[in-house]
């Protein structure tokens, strides 16, 4: 079993999936405990131009203000 530190990723709750705003060094299908701390509602535009560049492999979290 690994353990990785905990640390705050924030991410974009999108359709019933959460995507986090930066690349994840964990491995596919890992389990994550979740504490939802605080809830943003984010602009239309800026979030389709992010999940846009995330599809793309652009790593855009430096691109938006989010």
């Not at 405990?33 to 800026?46: G, P, Q, S």
């Amino acid at each position: 079993m690994i353990v990785h530190a905990m640390r705050k990723v924030e991410c974009i709750y999108e359709k019933g999936v959460l995507i986090p705003l930066e690349k994840l060094d964990i491995p596919e299908r890992s389990i994550v405990v979740l504490n939802i701390e605080e809830v943003r509602r984010l602009d239309d535009m800026k979030l389709h131009g992010y999940l846009r560049l995330l599809r793309e492999g652009e790593d855009a979290e430096e691109l938006f203000e989010l």
